[in-house]
């Protein structure tokens, strides 16, 4: 029989190999089992994009026509516009590539032939696509144009009326200032960038065009709706699929390339304007101030039917009053009738009112009426292009050429894609920050493969575009700029890193402990006991 020391001696190996198999396998086991999987993410890179400075280049050619100006006035005039459009400390910063020169014989004898500014674009033709190069053509101060302030054409040329030999500092002036304030508007950008990352001094007043604008999405839905409350009365024509080929389709195949834009159309019968309006007894007409129209949308809102997509929604209406609302007209608050009798809701849309013929007691109803579409078309188009962010620099600076037909001008769609790339940058940097603030601090959030390749495919993209701004490449930089925050956006609202989607780590212990304590308490208190009488075993044949 094995004596007391020898069963002693194995009850402690026992419990040493109890708690071998434990702590050395058991608890590695566990915790690679329990451990959540999380994809490499490139944290640095987000850090250093975020701080890198956005610089854009912008080609400036300047040709002088003025044959009164030497070699001597056109190096002054590069010399003062070198530092008058120098590119200056700042997070958003523009770098403009000179090039002045002497007009061509040929181009010389336009300038001198030149009456009007009707056909510019066709005498001044910029080398290769044009897009983000611009050309200053200095005009003589004695001329047959009359130009008292700088003219922006269709194109990308822009006329300015030179001062004489005597003002070079005048003419650097007007250049400098038609470049910066109308061509490029540096300020806008800069507050179009911050507005994006989240970053804008909240102590100063937002610009109005980024209020009323929608944000910048890859894809926008347009919804026209035809409002007939009364269909029994009038029957209500609108040729809205010819009126869209004719108007709207010329401005959407300008923007083609860089949004997808889907229209649709609706006709909605029995509702109206629920808001009691004000009559007019002298114009015998119902009138709506500013005041009222923020009461108007909300009841056809609720009727315009449930939108289904993730894409910003625009909305336009026109509205034919009913018979006992008629005539419909829109003042502002000066009592004075607004020339197109319809109104813009910002980041929704607008509302045009056509007043049809109200039907006499002798006509057999309904009254059969053809909407007059040009108008309305044009109404929208407009209100269209404000939401989109497309404003011409009609100030006090500047003479700029009606886009009529075109819809937007060369110049303007170069500053609609240098804005919308400058605000892409901005949103997908505050996205991917705040996506790596989030999963830093909760570490059990699992990470994906595909949430780390959106993510370094953002990272890229941000690079590529500010490469590419850099380089004066405007459209490239904006599909990069576009495809960041596509990847950027789709990685933060995964599923799967939903945050009640996993339990804090209070809770984690609060779960673990009654199951492993009652577990660990006696292995450990066997593995002390063990070590003691190791130590004891040692001593005693030491001695």
Same mark, same amino acid.
């Given at each position: 029989?094995?004596?007391?020391?020898?069963?002693?001696?194995?009850?402690?190996? &026992?419990?040493?190999?109890?708690?071998?198999?434990?702590?050395?396998?058991?608890?590695?086991?566990?915790?690679?089992?329990?451990?959540?999987? =999380?994809? #490499?993410?490139?944290?640095?890179?987000? &850090?250093?994009?975020?701080?890198?400075?956005?610089?854009?280049?912008?080609?400036?050619?300047?040709?002088?026509?003025?044959?009164?100006?030497?070699?001597?006035?056109?190096?002054?005039?590069?010399?003062?516009?070198?530092?008058?459009?120098?590119?200056?400390?700042?997070?958003?910063?523009?770098?403009?590539?000179?090039?002045?020169?002497?007009?061509?014989?040929?181009?010389?004898?336009?300038?001198?032939?030149?009456?009007?500014?009707?056909?510019?674009?066709?005498?001044?033709?910029?080398?290769?696509?044009?897009?983000?190069?611009? %050309?200053?053509?200095?005009?003589?101060?004695?001329?047959?144009?009359?130009?008292?302030?700088?003219?922006?054409?269709?194109?990308?040329?822009?006329?300015?009326?030179?001062?004489?030999?005597?003002?070079?500092?005048?003419?650097?002036?007007?250049?400098?200032?038609?470049?910066?304030?109308?061509?490029?508007?540096?300020?806008?950008? #800069?507050?179009?960038?911050?507005?994006?990352?989240?970053?804008?001094?909240?102590? $100063?007043?937002?610009?109005?065009?980024?209020?009323?604008?929608?944000?910048?999405?890859?894809?926008?839905?347009?919804?026209?709706?035809?409002?007939?409350?009364?269909?029994?009365?009038?029957?209500? %024509?609108?040729?809205?699929?010819?009126?869209?080929?004719?108007?709207?389709?010329?401005?959407?195949?300008?923007?083609?390339?860089? &949004?997808?834009?889907?229209?649709?159309?609706?006709?909605?019968?029995?509702?109206?304007?629920?808001?009691?309006?004000? /009559?007019?007894?002298?114009?015998?007409?119902?009138?709506?101030?500013?005041?009222?129209?923020?009461?108007?949308?909300?009841?056809?809102?609720?009727?315009?039917?449930?939108?289904?997509?993730?894409?910003?929604?625009?909305?336009?209406?026109?509205? +034919?009053?009913? =018979?006992?609302?008629?005539?419909?007209?829109? +003042?502002?608050?000066?009592?004075?009738?607004?020339?197109?009798?319809?109104?813009?809701?910002?980041?929704?849309?607008?509302?045009?009112?056509?007043?049809?013929?109200?039907?006499?007691?002798?006509?057999?109803?309904?009254?059969?009426?053809?909407?007059?579409?040009?108008?309305?078309?044009?109404?929208?188009?407009?209100?269209? /292009?404000?939401?989109?962010?497309?404003?011409? %620099?009609?100030?006090?600076? *500047?003479?700029?050429? !009606?886009?009529?037909? %075109?819809?937007?001008?060369?110049?303007?769609?170069?500053?609609?894609? /240098?804005? =919308?790339?400058?605000?892409?940058?901005?949103?997908?940097?505050?996205?991917?920050?705040?996506?790596?603030?989030?999963?830093?601090?909760?570490?059990?959030?699992?990470?994906?493969?595909?949430?780390?390749?959106?993510?370094?495919?953002?990272? !890229?993209?941000?690079?590529?575009?500010?490469?590419?701004?850099?380089?004066?490449?405007?459209?490239?930089?904006? $599909?990069?700029?576009?495809?960041?925050?596509?990847?950027?956006?789709?990685?933060?609202? !995964?599923?799967?890193?939903?945050?009640?989607?996993?339990?804090?780590? !209070?809770?984690?212990? *609060?779960?673990?402990?009654?199951?492993?304590?009652?577990? #660990?308490?006696?292995?450990?208190?066997?593995?002390?006991?063990?070590?003691?009488?190791?130590?004891?075993?040692?001593?005693?044949?030491?001695?």
């Amino acid at each position: 029989m094995p004596s007391n020391k020898e069963e002693r001696a194995t009850q402690m190996y &026992a419990a040493l190999g109890i708690g071998f198999v434990c702590v050395v396998i058991g608890i590695p086991l566990w915790w690679k089992t329990t451990e959540v999987y =999380r994809v #490499s993410l490139p944290y640095r890179e987000i &850090a250093d994009i975020s701080k890198t400075m956005i610089k854009y280049t912008v080609d400036l050619d300047i040709i002088n026509g003025d044959q009164s100006l030497s070699g001597d006035h056109i190096t002054q005039l590069s010399r003062l516009l070198s530092d008058k459009l120098e590119t200056r400390e700042a997070e958003v910063a523009p770098y403009y590539r000179l090039n002045i020169r002497d007009a061509t014989e040929k181009e010389l004898a336009k300038v001198k032939a030149m009456t009007s500014t009707s056909d510019v674009d066709g005498q001044f033709v910029s080398g290769e696509d044009g897009i983000n190069r611009y %050309q200053v053509v200095i005009i003589p101060k004695i001329s047959p144009l009359s130009l008292q302030k700088p003219f922006l054409s269709l194109g990308r040329t822009v006329l300015v009326k030179s001062a004489g030999s005597s003002d070079i500092q005048s003419l650097a002036d007007r250049i400098s200032r038609v470049t910066q304030d109308s061509l490029v508007k540096e300020e806008s950008l #800069s507050k179009a960038f911050h507005t994006g990352k989240g970053t804008g001094d909240r102590t $100063l007043k937002p610009e109005k065009s980024s209020m009323r604008s929608v944000r910048s999405n890859p894809s926008y839905d347009i919804t026209f709706t035809l409002v007939n409350p009364q269909p029994d009365i009038l029957d209500v %024509q609108w040729d809205i699929e010819e009126a869209v080929k004719d108007y709207l389709d010329p401005f959407l195949q300008q923007l083609n390339k860089y &949004a997808e834009i889907n229209v649709k159309s609706q006709v909605l019968y029995f509702t109206g304007f629920l808001k009691r309006m004000k /009559r007019d007894s002298k114009k015998q007409a119902f009138l709506y101030t500013d005041k009222d129209l923020p009461h108007v949308i909300n009841p056809l809102e609720a009727k315009l039917g449930s939108h289904t997509s993730n894409n910003p929604a625009l909305n336009f209406l026109i509205y +034919v009053p009913s =018979r006992d609302q008629h005539p419909i007209y829109i +003042v502002d608050s000066k009592g004075v009738e607004v020339e197109s009798n319809s109104f813009l809701s910002p980041q929704w849309g607008g509302i045009y009112i056509q007043n049809a013929p109200s039907p006499s007691d002798n006509d057999t109803l309904p009254v059969t009426v053809e909407l007059d579409m040009r108008r309305a078309m044009e109404v929208f188009i407009s209100q269209l /292009r404000l939401l989109l962010n497309f404003q011409s %620099q009609k100030n006090g600076d *500047a003479l700029v050429a !009606d886009v009529g037909n %075109q819809v937007i001008s060369k110049w303007e769609l170069d500053g609609w894609l /240098r804005s =919308r790339c400058l605000e892409n940058l901005g949103t997908s940097l505050a996205t991917l920050q705040s996506l790596a603030q989030l999963l830093g601090e909760i570490s059990n959030i699992v990470i994906q493969d595909d949430i780390g390749q959106q993510v370094q495919d953002a990272v !890229d993209s941000i690079r590529e575009s500010q490469h590419h701004l850099v380089e004066g490449r405007l459209e490239k930089a904006f $599909l990069e700029s576009r495809n960041a925050i596509v990847c950027s956006e789709k990685a933060f609202f !995964d599923p799967s890193l939903l945050e009640l989607l996993y339990f804090p780590e !209070d809770q984690k212990f *609060a779960i673990y402990i009654p199951l492993f304590l009652p577990i #660990s308490l006696p292995v450990l208190a066997s593995l002390w006991k063990a070590f003691k009488w190791m130590r004891e075993d040692k001593k005693q044949k030491k001695e």
